[in-house]
């Protein structure tokens, strides 16, 4: 983001004023670089090899700190209230970052940005971050990839969950972007260097060999970056190359403050007062409130991102904030309220619950159901990701959960199958049937729209607890130490990723695992992932058969899938999706720089805790 602004020599129109008014830094100030950038090194260049699991970790922690929204507008109005000129203060500057559900450049986690100005209402710069984590010199290193011609996500937040664009967004990036076609470029030499200096603060910093050119000044660019969970400092500092000559710095950094949310391009308003868990969450089992009762009686989690107040705020007191009764009895929510969000949860390991009013959605005449309410968890799904980009995807979720009742006439068996398609719409298809074999089965189809909070309406609200604390499994070993703690585990599985491609239309699959053996010696575990299908025969009775694959996940981190299916079925999972007998897979490992090969990925596991 900021890199690329000092790579392209100030050519926005809003830094090009500045060239000819930076004031030469003072020797104080100099010094106090030159110390941070010696220990800095001292760091970097510490002779211990850092383990795979303390990158790993350092890697997951900077991967949930750096998504989300960030603006210096606070910053730009008090030097702007404080009279200073335009040559002397920062120009306003708003950036999104978003985390890639896959690596996308053979790294270990990927970020797309686009950077705003307050005269724009299309990024004038967008691209990618590439972090990867080099064990050997205890660094995670990041490469920025810069869009060509001024390409970007349309609506990259509509698209994404928690700052979070999904697999299908990728692919449609991939595509739309021309990124297989040179549509990207990089300056290597001016890879930042990152190092986690506390629990959630991390530096970055560019290496020496990092040129530009300013005016007529060969000059070398020196940058750095301070994450931290509720903002990001940019430096920057301009030598000479003929002698060492320092010749730009403004004398404070940017103080990028994470925002809430997005605002809509080109729309920055001085003070922000709504956190991001304000406005996207709402309690599942209570009706949509207003953003002003959000706002008052919201509690927060240890994870939400704190608003931007004013110091002269009398209302607003640290610690004296009351919670009403009825919200200490229930739990918040996230509300999923797209295709995308919905797909980017169940994709990343998240336990999604439902709640289906039917009631609220289009009932078939002379059609009568004594149960319009129901819910639960997703235990398994199936995401089918078809050709075409854009509006042409025909993409669709589909998940089912069963249910015994003692009826009337002793137990009957209901089996719910719902299915969320790409524009939103919900079809739900109901079952019974009866204990008594001559009884006939019954069936019923409706159709529903999923619940938006923001609009009020929709008979199927998907939601995820934002507490819950997401890991990814990348080993073996971690996979053996993650069942020893009894944690719960969820796997995700491409089959197109197993067969090394990532453009086919795919199959994914994904369930929790409940049950595992150790096998080989201890050298395997084998697990099985689920699929229930319902058949109808001839006679009108319904038969329930268990379908899915078998796997078995290997010490080298191999990942073989068996598919297991009644094949003589026409609703096999075989013949309905074309699959094979089996899958040779690869567990997703974001440890180290990898091969280009789109099976890496294939298979993903996750635990909470």
Same mark, same amino acid.
């Given at each position: 983001m900021y890199l690329n602004i000092v790579q392209s020599a100030w050519s926005h129109s809003a830094a090009k004023g500045k060239r000819s008014n930076f004031s030469?830094?003072?020797?104080?100030?100099?010094?106090?670089?030159?110390?941070?950038?010696?220990?800095? *090194?001292?760091?970097?260049?510490?002779?211990?090899?850092?383990?795979?699991?303390s990158m790993m970790q350092d890697l997951q922690t900077l991967a949930t700190l750096l998504p989300g929204c960030y603006s210096n507008v606070e910053q730009y109005y008090k030097h702007v209230k404080r009279g200073l000129p335009p040559e002397k203060r920062h120009f306003m500057l708003k950036a999104e970052i978003y985390k890639m559900a896959n690596p996308m450049f053979n790294d270990s986690v990927t970020f797309y940005f686009q950077d705003f100005t307050r005269s724009t209402s299309e990024p004038f710069r967008s691209g990618f971050y590439s972090f990867s984590a080099e064990t050997k010199m205890n660094i995670v290193k990041m490469k920025t990839f810069q869009?060509?011609?001024?390409?970007?996500?349309?609506?990259?937040?509509?698209? *994404?969950?928690?700052?979070?664009?999904?697999?299908? +967004?990728?692919?449609?990036?991939?595509?739309?972007? @021309?990124?297989?076609?040179?549509?990207?470029?990089?300056?290597?030499?001016?890879?930042?260097f990152w190092k986690r200096m506390g629990d959630n603060t991390f530096?970055?910093?560019?290496?020496?060999?990092?040129?530009?050119?300013?005016?007529?000044?060969? +000059?070398?660019?020196?940058? *750095?970056?301070?994450?931290?969970?509720?903002?990001?400092?940019?430096t920057d500092s301009w030598y000479k190359l003929t002698d060492g000559t320092q010749i730009t710095e403004l004398k404070v950094p940017y103080i990028l403050q994470k925002l809430a949310l997005p605002s809509k391009p080109g729309a920055m308003t001085e003070k922000s007062t709504t956190s991001l868990q304000d406005q996207m969450s709402n309690d599942i089992d209570t009706p949509t409130e207003t953003k002003q009762s959000l706002q008052q009686n919201n509690p927060r989690h240890e994870n939400s991102y704190k608003p931007l107040r004013s110091k002269t705020d009398k209302t607003y007191k640290p610690g004296k904030q009351k919670r009403s009764h009825s919200e200490k009895r229930t739990t918040q929510h996230r509300i999923l309220r797209n295709f995308q969000q919905v797909a980017a949860a169940l994709t990343s390991g998240h336990d999604v619950y439902f709640r289906v009013e039917l009631s609220a959605c289009t009932i078939p005449q002379q059609v009568k159901v004594d149960r319009l309410s129901f819910g639960g968890m997703i235990k398994n799904?199936?995401? +089918?990701?078809?050709?075409?980009?854009?509006?042409?995807?025909?993409?669709?979720?589909?998940?089912?959960?069963?249910?015994?009742?003692? @009826?009337?006439?002793?137990p009957e068996f209901i089996s719910r199958q719902l299915?969320?398609?790409?524009?939103?719409?919900?079809?739900?298809?109901?079952?019974?049937?009866?204990s008594e074999p001559t009884k006939v089965k019954q069936g019923y189809a409706f159709e529903c729209k999923l619940y938006d909070d923001q609009k009020g309406y929709g008979g199927v609200k998907l939601a995820l607890d934002p507490t819950s604390h997401i890991q990814t499994i990348n080993s073996f070993h971690n996979l053996a130490s993650s069942v020893g703690h009894g944690r719960d585990l969820h796997i995700v599985a491409d089959l197109a990723r197993c067969q090394g491609s990532r453009k086919r239309p795919a199959v994914? =699959?994904?369930?929790?695992?409940?049950?595992?053996?150790? +096998?080989n010696n201890g050298k395997t575990v084998e697990i099985f992932i689920p699929f229930?299908?319902?058949?109808?025969?001839?006679?009108?009775?319904? #038969?329930? *058969?268990?379908?899915?694959? =078998?796997?078995?996940?290997? #010490?080298?981190?191999?990942?073989?899938?068996?598919?297991i299916t009644n094949s003589q079925s026409t609703n096999s999972l075989d013949n309905v999706f074309n699959l094979s007998s089996a899958y040779q897979c690869t567990l997703s490992n974001r440890n180290e720089v990898l091969t280009n090969d789109v099976n890496e990925h294939s298979v993903k596991l996750f635990y909470s805790k």
């Open positions: 030469i830094i003072s020797r104080f100030a100099i010094q106090r670089l030159a110390n941070v950038l010696i220990h800095f *090194s001292l760091l970097t260049l510490s002779p211990g090899r850092a383990s795979r699991e869009l060509k011609n001024n390409a970007f996500i349309a609506n990259a937040f509509q698209k *994404s969950w928690n700052f979070t664009l999904g697999s299908d +967004v990728t692919a449609e990036v991939i595509s739309s972007l @021309g990124l297989d076609n040179g549509g990207l470029r990089t300056y290597g030499a001016c890879d930042m530096i970055g910093i560019t290496g020496p060999l990092c040129l530009g050119t300013l005016g007529t000044d060969q +000059v070398r660019i020196g940058v *750095s970056m301070t994450l931290t969970p509720d903002k990001l400092l940019l799904f199936v995401f +089918v990701r078809q050709d075409g980009y854009r509006n042409g995807r025909k993409d669709y979720i589909y998940f089912l959960s069963h249910k015994t009742v003692m @009826g009337n006439q002793g299915t969320l398609l790409r524009e939103g719409r919900v079809k739900v298809e109901i079952t019974k049937r009866f994914v =699959m994904g369930s929790q695992i409940t049950n595992y053996d150790f +096998v229930v299908q319902m058949m109808t025969s001839t006679s009108d009775e319904t #038969k329930t *058969s268990v379908q899915g694959f =078998m796997g078995q996940i290997l #010490k080298n981190s191999d990942v073989i899938l068996t598919l």
